[in-house]
Structure formats: structure tokens, C-alpha cells
């Protein structure tokens, strides 16, 4: 079946705009993931969402970021007013339950903030 | 909190031998899950193999294999018979089991080359 999917694949824009990032989960998964990958590093968590529950954001940068999942399926990560240390890749992940079944990642939006 | 630690930012590995990657990583949790992730330049990320801390025999895929020392926190990973498509960023990721979140604490990964 289709895999987890993630638009656009890449994104180039201008210090100070906003960028909006597509997730599209497995059907069926309940779990969705959010996580950054910078240059070098490793992957590091931003936001979670479980069914209808409401989003653990424990991750989130800074209030420059929100995400959001619309009918418990799609979702978007917005950034605002971006800034050149936001050029990551942004993975997304999904999951058939909750926490403690495997994810399945998604190809990631490289995003570049020039 | 829980950290993952990956010693070798790179390694590398004539085709046909075999490599270890290792993984140590800290927690005061006593059931969780440990990873090793693949992600080739395509930027996938491919769930290589998993553990589950409470099962003591060491799980296996094909030509992965792991060696999983829960006293020392250590969870390596062993590819025999490396072919060339194993050239990837290998990464080890922990997961508590149960709780709220469920969120996978990554490593910094290690870059494997495998040469003809």
C-alpha cells in the first residue's frame, strides 16, 4: 500500500517568510510524528498527535512552529517568520496505534532558508 | 531523560565482510524498544531491525543481527556479508514502551560506506 508521503520535497525560501509543510499518514494510522533533521545530527522530535487527543508539543522549538492535523489524518507544520538556523530536513512518521507500535517515515521536505 | 549515544561518525567495510556498528544509550526506564534505522541518500528512513528490551535473545534479520547487553546499555548492530546497497546513514533509536508519548530518541548516526 502507499507509504507515508510529505510535500514539498524541497523548499527554498527567504529568511523571514512562512513555509507550510504537507504530511499525508498512512490510512488508518492514528499516530502521527513530526521530526527535524539538521546537518549532521541526529533526528530530533517536534510534535506528536494521537487520534483526537490534543498534540504533545513538547518538542516544538520555539512559538515560531505549530502543526496541526486536520480530521485525523493530513498534516501541516508551519513555520513563521523562518530563519537560516531552520533549514533542516522535516520528517514525518506515522503509526497504526499509539506509542508503542513502530513508525513509518516519510521521504522529508528539505528545507532551505536563505 | 534518555540519551542515545553513536561513537563512529563513519565507518567503512569491504562488499562481502562484516561490520559492527555500536549504540550505547542511558535511561532509568526498564521497558522500552531499541532501533536501527537505514537512511540512504534518498533521505528514507527504513526500519532496519527492533528489540524489545525484555526479550534476552538478540534479534535477527537476514544479515543484521544485533547484540543487545541491557546491564551495559549497549545494542550493536552486525551486517554480514555487506553489499554494496547497505551504503546508507545507519541510526539507533529508543522508544519507552507504554507512556504518553512515544516519541523515538534518536543517535547522531553513523555513516557506513561499503567498497567494491
Known amino acids: 500500500g502507499a507509504g507515508v508521503s510529505q510535500s514539498p520535497s524541497n523548499k527554498v525560501t527567504e529568511k523571514g517568510k512562512d513555509v507550510e509543510l504537507r504530511c499525508d499518514p498512512i490510512s488508518g494510522h492514528t499516530a502521527l510524528y513530526w521530526y527535524r533533521q539538521s546537518l549532521g545530527q541526529g533526528l530530533e522530535f517536534l510534535i506528536y498527535f494521537q487520534g483526537n487527543s490534543a498534540p504533545d508539543k513538547s518538542g516544538l522549538p520555539s512559538d515560531r512552529f505549530s502543526a496541526e492535523r486536520t480530521g485525523g489524518s493530513v498534516s501541516t507544520l508551519t513555520i513563521q517568520r523562518t530563519q537560516q538556523e531552520d533549514s533542516a530536513v522535516y520528517l514525518c512518521a506515522s503509526s497504526p496505534r499509539g506509542p508503542s507500535y513502530e513508525q513509518y517515515f516519510g521521504p522529508g521536505t528539505r528545507l532551505t532558508v536563505t | 531523560a534518555q540519551t542515545v549515544t553513536q561513537s563512529q561518525p563513519e565507518m567503512s567495510v569491504q562488499e562481502a565482510e562484516t561490520v559492527t556498528l555500536s549504540c550505547t544509550y542511558d535511561?532509568?526506564?526498564?521497558?522500552?524498544?531499541l532501533f536501527w534505522y537505514k537512511q540512504p541518500p534518498s533521505r528514507q528512513m527504513i526500519l532496519v531491525i527492533r528489540q524489545e528490551a525484555y526479550k534476552q535473545q538478540n534479534a535477527t534479520e537476514n544479515r543484521f543481527s544485533v547484540n543487545f547487553q541491557k546491564a551495559a546499555k549497549s545494542f550493536s548492530l552486525k551486517i554480514s556479508d555487506s553489499q554494496l546497497g547497505d551504503t546508507a546513514m545507519y541510526f539507533c533509536?529508543?522508544?519507552?514502551?507504554?507512556?504518553?508519548?512515544?516519541?523515538?530518541?534518536f543517535g547522531k548516526g553513523t555513516k557506513l560506506s561499503v567498497k567494491p
Open positions: 535511561t532509568s526506564e526498564s521497558n522500552y524498544y
Open positions: 533509536a529508543f522508544k519507552v514502551d507504554g507512556g504518553s508519548q512515544g516519541n523515538l530518541i
